[in-house]
């Protein structure tokens, strides 16, 4: 499987849509391809009947969560210091995540070829959290989209019934999100251990000691 | 007299198929069902006996295991691999140890690989057996085809406990290899168990699959199309009854399943008889690669020397492994950052995609027929709900 070849003809193919291969440095050797979300529909859909390759089996789709990180590394620069040339150490920050990403590997049946990794990205991991539901293509994703929904937060497009999958219909967040805190006042009852107990008492002085 | 003309006891062929007046009847079946393998709920709807909409529940057994893994080490995420399918938790470790493997180029010594197959494929009959029987039991066979299956299912266990100490929590593979080596004389208990389990097969075939009962619940019943079952990504048994030519150990080789001579049976109807077939077709396809691979056991070493299991950190990067669990397509999915627990520790459960096409399965059956429809697809709710 030549993902250069794949990804210069659905370039060729679907006029404005932007693909980028992302490298997998590990041994495992499996790169993946980044679709933007406009266009990721038309690529999924082209992928499931592309001729030579035809990806018709879509294994496994979830969730990722990269919330913004800041990297701060340490660069000398060669600077004038009162008319001096001197080697000067500067930081330099760089900002990377601050998305949630879906992620679908497929694989080829009649070919027995894959995995391709398809990813999608948000825009961001708050307001604008939405994504091209690839259900209507594969109804593989149908279960597993739901619970990307329901454990990470993004909302698929085009999705028959997205609804939440594991948590219950009430709960509010999104469990799976790297900055999740679980809540202290839990559904259940407090069993007698210390530290749930102290966590009550806690949770109750915040509330006025009712 | 024109009593006697009008037979009074003939069977109405089709007894059930008065509708209900257009008044749906709301039925939620489980999560106490017992034939639902667990807690598991389906909310049915019904005209009479007839299912017009069916929308499974899900999330009673769900302790979020992807998160517990990403505050884990590589090495203790594996025991929490086998409360995943609690039947075959070899399989599991199999998967996820594969995935690891893959994602940090890790090879596996050829006795680990051998070791892994013979008792992956202890794991397969034991779960298959399990599951026609279990199928039985939902059809109203009470006790006796499940404690015959059970019985068989013992042994196997038996041979479990004493190589790694539990029968159903094994714990037994690590990235490199095995946990530990065979016991002495385990070998030939195993033999004398394969050697002793055609026997059971011929004797559950001679008694069920002609019965008139069985043929008249199952056949015609559930069915799943070919095109459908590969566009909902049904794995495993359940997609080769259909017709879908697909076992991972044909299609990936993963392991040394190269090296062994057997079949892939196949369906062509894709009811519940067929995957109630396949499930006894493939027992016996595993019995034959069972009796090569315990023929040609090498010596050697059960661990890669190289891999430091404890504090183990794979460069960052990311890996997608599978393995043809007796579920189906069970697959983890990783994403190292170079510390020492997973960045993004993914399970793909066979038994939760396989319940996508349930509904489809069950539309205008009979409430009765949904049991072993469910019972057929064979799910466990350690892996549905995680």
Same mark, same amino acid.
């Given at each position: 499987?030549?993902?250069?070849?794949?990804?210069?003809?659905?370039?060729? $193919?679907?006029?404005?849509?932007?693909?980028?291969?992302?490298?997998?440095? /590990?041994?495992?050797?499996?790169?993946?391809? #980044? &679709? !933007?979300?406009?266009?990721?529909?038309?690529?999924?859909?082209?992928?499931?009947?592309?001729?030579?390759?035809?990806?018709?089996?879509? $294994?496994?789709?979830?969730?990722?969560?990269?919330?913004?990180?800041?990297? /701060?590394?340490?660069?000398?620069?060669?600077? #004038? &210091? !009162?008319?001096?040339?001197?080697?000067?150490?500067?930081?330099?920050?760089?900002?990377?995540?601050?998305?949630?990403?879906?992620?679908?590997?497929?694989?080829?049946?009649?070919?027995?070829?894959?995995?391709?990794?398809?990813?999608?990205?948000?825009?961001?991991?708050?307001?604008?959290?939405?994504?091209?539901?690839?259900?209507?293509?594969?109804?593989?994703?149908?279960f597993?989209?739901r619970?990307?929904?329901?454990?990470?937060?993004?909302?698929?497009?085009?999705?028959?019934d997205?609804r939440r999958l594991?948590?219950w219909d009430?709960?509010?967040?999104?469990?799976?999100?790297?900055?999740?805190?679980?809540?202290?006042?839990?559904?259940?009852?407090?069993?007698?251990?210390?530290?749930?107990?102290?966590?009550?008492?806690?949770?109750?002085?915040?509330?006025?000691?009712? | 007299?024109?009593?006697?003309?009008?037979?009074?006891?003939?069977?109405?062929?089709?007894?059930?198929?008065?509708?209900?007046?257009?008044?749906l009847l709301e039925v939620s079946m489980g999560p106490q069902h017992?034939s639902t393998?667990?807690v598991f709920r389906m909310d049915v709807s019904l005209d009479?006996?007839?299912v017009v909409k069916l929308k499974p529940v899900f999330g009673y057994?769900?302790?979020?295991?992807?998160?517990?893994?990403?505050?884990?080490?590589?090495?203790?995420?594996?025991?929490?691999?086998?409360?995943?399918?609690?039947?075959?938790?070899?399989?599991?470790?199999?998967?996820?140890?594969?995935?690891?493997?893959?994602?940090?180029?890790?090879?596996?010594?050829?006795?680990?690989?051998?070791?892994?197959?013979?008792?992956?494929?202890?794991?397969?009959?034991?779960?298959?057996?399990?599951?026609?029987?279990?199928?039985?039991?939902?059809?109203?066979?009470?006790?006796?085809?499940?404690?015959?299956?059970?019985?068989?299912?013992?042994?196997?266990?038996?041979?479990?406990?004493?190589?790694?100490?539990?029968?159903?929590?094994?714990?037994?593979?690590?990235?490199?290899?095995?946990?530990?080596?065979?016991?002495?004389?385990?070998?030939?208990?195993?033999?004398?168990?394969?050697?002793?389990?055609?026997?059971?097969?011929?004797?559950?075939?001679?008694?069920?699959?002609?019965?008139?009962?069985?043929?008249?619940?199952?056949?015609?019943?559930?069915?799943?199309?070919?095109?459908?079952?590969?566009?909902?990504?049904?794995?495993?048994?359940?997609?080769?009854?259909?017709?879908?030519?697909?076992?991972?150990?044909?299609?990936?080789?993963?392991?040394?399943?190269?090296?062994?001579?057997?079949?892939?049976?196949?369906?062509?109807?894709?009811?519940?008889?067929?995957?109630?077939?396949?499930?006894?077709?493939?027992?016996?396809?595993?019995?034959?690669?069972?009796?090569?691979?315990?023929?040609?056991?090498?010596?050697?070493?059960?661990?890669?020397?190289?891999?430091?299991?404890?504090?183990?950190?794979?460069?960052?990067?990311?890996?997608?492994?599978?393995?043809?669990?007796?579920?189906?397509?069970?697959?983890?999915?990783?994403?190292?950052?170079?510390?020492?627990?997973?960045?993004?520790?993914?399970?793909?459960?066979?038994?939760?995609?396989?319940l996508?096409?349930l509904e489809?399965?069950c539309l205008?059956?009979?409430v009765?027929?949904i049991v072993?429809?469910l019972?057929?697809?064979?799910?466990?709710?350690?892996?549905?709900?995680?």
């Amino acid at each position: 499987m030549n993902l250069e070849a794949i990804k210069s003809d659905l370039e060729a $193919s679907i006029p404005g849509c932007q693909l980028e291969i992302i490298p997998n440095p /590990s041994p495992s050797a499996q790169h993946s391809l #980044l &679709v !933007d979300a406009p266009h990721a529909f038309a690529v999924a859909s082209l992928l499931r009947s592309y001729a030579a390759l035809p990806f018709d089996y879509c $294994s496994n789709v979830t969730g990722i969560d990269w919330p913004l990180k800041e990297t /701060s590394t340490k660069v000398k620069v060669k600077k #004038l &210091v !009162d008319g001096v040339e001197k080697d000067v150490d500067e930081v330099v920050k760089t900002i990377s995540g601050g998305y949630l990403e879906a992620v679908y590997h497929l694989y080829s049946m009649e070919q027995r070829e894959g995995p391709l990794v398809l990813r999608m990205r948000t825009e961001d991991r708050a307001a604008r959290v939405h994504l091209p539901s690839l259900t209507p293509i594969w109804r593989a994703a149908e279960f597993q989209e739901r619970e990307i929904f329901d454990l990470y937060g993004i909302l698929f497009d085009g999705h028959p019934d997205l609804r939440r999958l594991l948590m219950w219909d009430d709960f509010v967040d999104h469990p799976m999100r790297r900055d999740y805190v679980d809540p202290d006042d839990y559904e259940y009852e407090p069993t007698a251990h210390d530290e749930v107990l102290a966590r009550a008492r806690q949770h109750l002085s915040t509330e006025g000691g009712q | 007299m024109s009593l006697l003309t009008e037979s009074t006891f003939a069977l109405n062929s089709n007894p059930s198929n008065d509708r209900g007046d257009g008044q749906l009847l709301e039925v939620s079946m489980g999560p106490q069902h017992p034939s639902t393998h667990g807690v598991f709920r389906m909310d049915v709807s019904l005209d009479g006996e007839h299912v017009v909409k069916l929308k499974p529940v899900f999330g009673y057994l769900h302790r979020n295991h992807e998160k517990i893994a990403e505050n884990e080490s590589y090495l203790g995420c594996m025991p929490y691999t086998d409360r995943l399918d609690y039947i075959c938790s070899i399989t599991n470790n199999w998967s996820y140890a594969l995935a690891v493997e893959t994602l940090a180029g890790i090879k596996v010594p050829e006795r680990a690989e051998y070791l892994r197959v013979i008792t992956g494929e202890l794991t397969r009959l034991q779960n298959h057996a399990c599951l026609v029987g279990f199928l039985m039991q939902d059809m109203g066979a009470s006790g006796t085809p499940l404690m015959y299956a059970f019985r068989e299912r013992e042994k196997i266990l038996d041979l479990f406990e004493s190589l790694t100490g539990a029968r159903m929590m094994c714990n037994y593979m690590r990235f490199g290899g095995c946990r530990v080596d065979l016991p002495a004389g385990w070998l030939q208990q195993a033999q004398k168990v394969t050697d002793a389990f055609p026997k059971f097969l011929d004797e559950f075939e001679n008694m069920l699959v002609s019965n008139e009962i069985l043929m008249a619940r199952t056949q015609g019943v559930g069915v799943v199309s070919k095109e459908l079952a590969i566009n909902a990504g049904i794995s495993g048994p359940m997609a080769r009854a259909s017709g879908v030519n697909y076992d991972l150990r044909k299609v990936d080789k993963y392991g040394i399943y190269d090296r062994f001579d057997f079949r892939v049976p196949l369906g062509d109807v894709g009811d519940v008889y067929d995957r109630y077939m396949i499930r006894l077709l493939e027992m016996r396809e595993s019995l034959k690669i069972l009796r090569q691979a315990m023929r040609d056991l090498p010596e050697g070493p059960i661990m890669d020397p190289g891999t430091k299991i404890r504090n183990f950190r794979p460069k960052a990067g990311e890996a997608y492994g599978r393995i043809e669990s007796p579920k189906g397509e069970l697959g983890f999915y990783l994403i190292s950052d170079g510390s020492g627990n997973p960045y993004r520790f993914r399970v793909r459960p066979p038994s939760l995609i396989n319940l996508t096409v349930l509904e489809d399965m069950c539309l205008g059956l009979n409430v009765a027929d949904i049991v072993i429809i469910l019972g057929s697809v064979d799910i466990v709710l350690g892996e549905v709900d995680r």
